[in-house]
Every structure is written in structure tokens, then in C-alpha cells.
């Protein structure tokens, strides 16, 4: 477990798995309250970034016909597969980028 606490006295890894857990609303959630924990940040910023293009993405899906059910069921498990991939690595305390929306929310970090 983290020593560090964020400034809404979770343990880093808590609050960053809680940011990753609760897709979206755990990001604005935690980029509104966090103050100090670069870490939190990330991970808010990450979640935001990727459960955002994945909402989007389901959307655009359903405009397609015939074959938008079929992308929406892929996108619906690799959001699945994100989704643990992002909370396992949260909780575990590592800085775990996704190839675009990590750089991106890289980025949007150091502007901060």
C-alpha cells in the first residue's frame, strides 16, 4: 500500500483506482478535489481521456447500421479489458501509461 496520501486523505493508489473504477465520473470526481498528488492527477486526467473517446466511440457505433451492434459488442469488451487493465495498475501504484491517452494526459499534467 502507498504511504503517500493524496489531499483527500485516500492513499494515492486508493483515490487513483477509485478515479479508474468509476469510469468518467470518478475522474472529474478526483481532477475537481485533488490538490497535491501528481499521481491522482494522472490517473483522473488518463480516465477521463479514455472513457470519453470510448463514449464517443459507442455513440458513433450506433449510427452505423448493420455492422454497429458488432462494433459496439467489440468496443464493449475491450472496454472491459481497459478498464481492469487500468484499475489493477492503479491500486498497484504505477504509473501506467495507455499508448495515447497516457501521453495526452502526460501532457495536460505538466500544463497544470
Same mark, same amino acid.
Given at each position: 500500500?502507498?504511504?503517500?496520501?493524496?489531499?483527500?486523505?485516500?492513499?494515492?493508489?486508493?483515490?487513483?483506482?477509485?478515479?479508474?473504477?468509476?469510469?468518467?465520473?470518478?475522474?472529474?470526481?478526483?481532477?475537481?478535489?485533488?490538490?497535491?498528488?501528481?499521481?491522482?492527477?494522472? /490517473?483522473?486526467?488518463?480516465?477521463?481521456?479514455?472513457?470519453?473517446?470510448?463514449?464517443?466511440? /459507442?455513440?458513433?457505433?450506433?449510427?452505423?447500421?448493420?455492422?454497429?451492434?458488432?462494433?459496439?459488442?467489440?468496443?464493449?469488451?475491450?472496454?472491459?479489458?481497459?478498464?481492469?487493465?487500468?484499475?489493477?495498475?492503479?491500486?498497484?501504484?504505477?504509473?501506467?501509461?495507455?499508448?495515447?491517452?497516457?501521453?495526452?494526459?502526460?501532457?495536460?499534467?505538466?500544463?497544470?
Amino acid at each position: 500500500m502507498s504511504s503517500f496520501k493524496s489531499s483527500t486523505g485516500l492513499p494515492d493508489n486508493i483515490a487513483a483506482g477509485l478515479c479508474c473504477f468509476f469510469p468518467f465520473i470518478g475522474g472529474i470526481v478526483f481532477l475537481a478535489l485533488e490538490k497535491r498528488s501528481r499521481f491522482v492527477l494522472f /490517473h483522473a486526467l488518463q480516465s477521463l481521456i479514455v472513457y470519453g473517446a470510448l463514449m464517443v466511440a /459507442h455513440m458513433l457505433s450506433g449510427l452505423i447500421p448493420l455492422i454497429g451492434p458488432m462494433i459496439a459488442a467489440l468496443l464493449s469488451l475491450c472496454t472491459l479489458a481497459v478498464w481492469l487493465l487500468m484499475i489493477y495498475h492503479a491500486l498497484g501504484g504505477r504509473w501506467y501509461r495507455l499508448p495515447w491517452a497516457g501521453e495526452l494526459a502526460e501532457r495536460q499534467l505538466r500544463q497544470l
